[in-house]
């Protein structure tokens, strides 16, 4: 899971960074910035601790590997509306575009998740 946190760490890193730089063409650029920050985080957040799902100390037969990334997948996708939620609750005044950056957030660690594994599978092989 190693390269995989990277890669979703780097993914949220710079959707982080975007998120907080597009807020300050806003009108409260304070409230916009930490809601679209926060929902940007809490995106990689969860596909990071989902990712650690797969950390292991004994190796895993690969029949279960598919299983075990749906299983992640399924918390990851149960997690990010719950972010989503609380920031469009806690900060009406800048929900929808703080939304829009978490779910951003979301389809990019993912596909960054998904290419790491790719790759790893295929050196497997």
């Known amino acids: 899971a190693g390269p995989v946190l990277r890669g979703v760490a780097l993914v949220t890193l710079v959707a982080v960074l975007l998120a907080v730089g597009g807020s300050q063409f806003a009108e409260d ?11 940007a985080l809490g995106a990689g957040l969860a596909t990071g601790l989902s990712a650690l799902f797969f950390v292991s100390a004994t190796p895993r037969p690969a029949s279960i590997c598919g299983s075990m990334w749906l299983g992640a997948t399924l918390i990851r996708f149960a997690a990010v509306p719950g972010v989503c939620l609380s920031i469009y609750w806690s900060a009406p005044s800048v929900g929808l575009v703080a939304v829009l950056a978490t779910v951003g957030t979301y389809l990019a660690c993912l596909a960054a998740e998904t290419a790491m594994v790719v790759r790893i599978v295929h050196r497997s092989l």
Do not use: Q
Request: aromatic share 0%; charged share 20%.
């Open 29 to 39: 650029r304070r409230t916009m910035s930490l809601a679209t920050g926060l929902g």
